[in-house]
């Protein structure tokens, strides 16, 4: 890890000095390991404990990679409000989460240019991006193993409205000065995707140096398999830092509504057009989801994907919101109570 005295160096700024409790010092967390913080200050690279009263039930205040906490001695006392997290639900049925990484200023969301298809697991992550609060990038990987790399980058940015897609080669070298560009002095950025689609590779060659072991790639999909075991802060030489984090099996929605309908802008643009409010968009009348997808401007796969995701930040929202679980109990007692007020009811 190079050594760092100017913490603007590590995205520090000097507004966030009011934030700072009395006789502490800043820090930036660069790891987790088994409740011991590594963080980057101002007298280089250290190991603190972070204080109890740090942790809550949701899973979200304790200190995550990327985070600002005040250090007194060999403890950390706080964590400094976050301009930005990529956040998602823990597994199970769960109301649980679980921050991947804070304060960044660019999600890097990493997908392959072989193998199955993409777009669905782009979409995704995507919609947890943009619930970030950071700024998210679609780079697609091993671009020296495409057939015709215009034509994948193409369908993935038809469905990726308002974002970047960024084909790269860590073996060529290809496309890596315009993921450099995203990541200059005093920036961050953090590479999220599932296992095998070379994010280990990538930050190697960003680095210029290795940060993570990689494997080989398979040779019936071009996949590689998963090496990074651990979300880590490192240092690029251009002044920038970059987060590499695991493969995720699994990336649940938290509280991301806004994030979903900002993936699927196309989609939520047009459910705002349909004359009733509450359209559920089957078979009422007006509705100009059916429309479009009766003319085929709108793909039937992605609309099933954004109600798939719509429908599973909704029941996260009900999980971890006491009153929206109440509205929703409200909304489903005066739904029965017009089915039972019908006229034409069966009796």
């Known amino acids: ?12 700024t000097a507004e966030r000095l009011a934030e700072l409790p009395p006789d502490s010092a800043p820090a930036r967390v660069s790891r987790v390991d088994r409740g011991r913080l590594r963080v980057l200050g101002a007298c280089g690279e ?5 204080a109890a009263v740090l942790y809550d039930e949701a899973g979200t205040g304790g200190p995550a990679v ?11 006392v706080a964590v400094l409000p976050r301009r930005s997290a990529f956040v998602r ?14 304060n960044l200023d660019v999600v890097l969301v990493v997908d392959a240019l072989v193998g199955e298809t993409r777009l669905r697991r782009v979409e995704r992550y995507l919609a947890v991006a943009w619930g970030s609060g950071a700024t998210p990038v679609v780079v697609l990987t091993k671009a020296d193993l495409c057939d015709d790399v215009p034509a994948a980058v193409a369908e993935v940015a038809e469905d990726a409205l308002g974002v970047a897609v960024l084909p790269v080669s860590s073996v060529t070298g290809a496309g890596l000065d315009a993921v450099r560009a995203l990541l200059g002095p ?24 290795t940060l993570a072991e990689t494997r080989e ?24 830092m970059l987060v590499d984090t695991p493969g995720m099996r699994e990336l649940g929605l938290y509280d991301d509504a806004e994030g979903v309908d900002t993936a699927y802008a196309d989609v939520a643009s047009l459910a705002a057009e349909c004359r009733f409010r509450d359209c559920g968009h089957r078979s009422e009348p007006g509705c100009a989801v059916a429309a479009a997808l009766d003319d085929g401007s709108l793909d039937p796969g992605r609309y099933r994907a ?3 995701l719509q429908a599973e930040a909704h029941r996260q929202l009900l999980r971890v919101d006491a009153r929206a679980r109440a509205q929703e ?10 089915l039972r007020e019908q006229p034409n009811r069966p009796r």
């Open 186 to 209: 005093g920036s961050t950025g953090a590479m999220v995707g599932p296992s095998g689609v070379g994010k280990s590779s990538l930050a190697n060659a960003l680095a210029g140096r």
């Open 46 to 50: 250290t190991r603190v404990h972070p």
């Open 1 to 12: 890890m190079r050594h760092v005295t100017d913490l603007s160096a590590l995205g520090w």
């Open 66 to 76: 990327g985070d600002w906490v005040a250090v007194r001695g060999e403890l950390a």
């Open 217 to 240: 790639i398979r040779e019936s999909d071009g996949r590689g398999r998963h090496t990074t075991t651990a979300r880590e802060l490192h240092l690029l030489p251009g002044g920038g």
């Open 329 to 338: 109990r409200a909304r489903l007692r005066t739904f029965s109570r017009a």
């Open 306 to 308: 954004w109600r798939k």
């Open 89 to 102: 639900s823990v597994a199970g049925r769960t109301s649980a989460a679980q921050v991947v990484a804070a």
